[in-house]
């Protein structure tokens, strides 16, 4: 059987303030031919008004108010666009050093990540904590973009300076597949069309990058992993028996037949059927989104997860993880919080701080015990019942956690089980 999931790549963006991560994404949607009529009218038009020359490519991403009248952008934009080879989800996450906590939404579910760098500065502090992000978050392929090569004259020296410095900051982390692409966003040099400026430069263009980056392999299909989201109990007369189990398929493969396990309660059955919408399928992969059902009658509930037989995660109770704090209030000592796995929800707390990790050295900080906004550390989590855990490293999904104050209901911290 063949997986097909190169249709849709799901790329975020990362840099400093100002480095033109909108300008770079509506250069991308404008030269791909992927602007609505209506939305060049209204973003020429505001361009116009601000007394801008031509069309601020920037006001395509940056969708709220706020963000159009400051300059800057604020939450996670999120833009779809499609080429003839692919689809494409963009996360467009800013650049502030006091909204890091978005790009670790934004990049979450990332195939890959674009990360900017502006020609004339070079890797500078948040370079460096983008790119621990993205591979804290495991994200398989990072694409550089050294931005504004037309403001240093599209140096080669220059591009090959930085790629000098990227890597050795970079050596320390676990980058799988890193790309370097000299750009200039403004003026569109290597976005969707090559540069006749840089002939020097003998790669692709970003958007040939995005095209053609390979991300079936990505997923992980061998650990089954089938976190139940809802029981599904028609009323009506037709199905008064059927009892189905709705989720999003994590990874692995289910056929039908196949023998599984429901955990934690541990219960054996086989798969009867499989529905993805109103087709009934014999074999079902991430992401799809399926119903399933079981020759048993078992007890199910919602943060069960049904895994295959032979081949189950561990049960665990305690666990590391390594933890962005994302709440402008900073963690209490031993308090409680929720703990969301999957489809799951614990009581949980911070047991121990083990350290802290310093952004621009990676050093491990272990004095410093205390954690605020954008911090990162490893961290020992107890709750009050045994989750289904696999490593980060190994699956994205049930490999990470979130955090949740009882109290607010935010969302406080996200986590990656080591």
């Not at 800013?94 to 990049?107: D, E, F, K, L, S």
């Not at 074999?283 to 007890?299: N, Q």
């Not at 121990?352 to 020992?380: C, F, P, Q, T, W």
């Not at 994205?396 to 969302?411: A, M």
């Amino acid at each position: 059987m063949i997986i097909d999931n190169n249709q849709l790549l799901r790329f975020t963006t990362a840099g400093s303030v100002d480095d033109g991560k909108s300008t770079l994404i509506g250069r991308l949607l404008y030269d791909s031919k992927s602007i609505f009529e209506d939305q060049l009218e209204s973003v020429s038009a505001t361009s116009a008004k601000k007394g801008h020359e031509g069309v601020d490519l920037a006001l395509f991403t940056d969708g709220l108010r706020d963000e159009r009248e400051q300059g800057i952008t604020i939450d996670v934009a999120y833009r779809y666009f499609t080429t003839p080879k692919r689809k494409f989800i963009i996360a467009d996450t800013p650049g502030h050093i006091q909204y890091t906590r978005n790009m670790v939404t934004g990049a979450s579910t990332a195939n890959a990540a674009v990360i900017l760098i502006d020609a004339r500065h070079g890797v500078i502090e948040q370079t460096k904590r983008h790119s621990f992000i993205a591979s804290l978050l495991n994200i398989p392929h990072l694409i550089v973009c050294v931005n504004k090569m037309d403001l240093v004259d599209f140096s080669e020296d220059r591009f090959n300076e930085i790629i000098g410095e990227f890597e050795e900051f970079s050596s320390k982390l676990l980058m799988k597949d890193v790309r370097f692409i000299p750009i200039s966003a403004l003026l569109g040099d290597n976005v969707v069309n090559r540069s006749e400026n840089m002939n020097w430069y003998g790669g692709g263009t970003l958007l040939n990058i995005l095209e053609t980056l390979h991300i079936s392999s990505d997923i992980n299909k061998i650990d089954a992993r089938f976190p139940v989201q809802t029981v599904l109990r028609p009323q009506s007369e037709e199905h008064r028996d059927y009892r189905g189990y709705a989720g999003r398929v994590a990874s692995g493969i289910y056929r039908t037949g196949d023998e599984v396990a429901v955990l934690p309660s541990g219960f054996t059955s086989k798969i009867k059927s499989m529905n993805a919408g109103e087709k009934e399928v014999d074999e079902a992969y991430a992401p799809m989104s399926i119903a399933m059902t079981l020759e048993d009658d078992i007890d199910v509930s919602r943060g069960d997860m049904i895994v295959k037989k032979n081949n189950q995660p561990e049960g665990e109770q305690e666990f590391d993880v390594m933890l962005c704090w994302l709440n402008n209030d900073p963690a209490k000592p031993r308090a409680k919080y929720t703990v969301m796995h999957t489809s799951k929800e614990q009581r949980a707390m911070i047991k121990e701080v083990v350290y802290k990790i310093d952004i621009n050295s990676y050093n491990r900080n272990m004095e410093k015990k205390d954690l605020g906004m954008n911090d990162i550390a490893r961290v020992k989590i107890r709750t009050t019942n045994r989750l289904m855990l696999d490593s980060y490293r190994d699956n994205r999904i049930t490999g990470s956690i979130i955090l949740i104050d009882e109290n607010t209901n935010e969302t406080v911290a996200a986590g990656m089980i080591v």
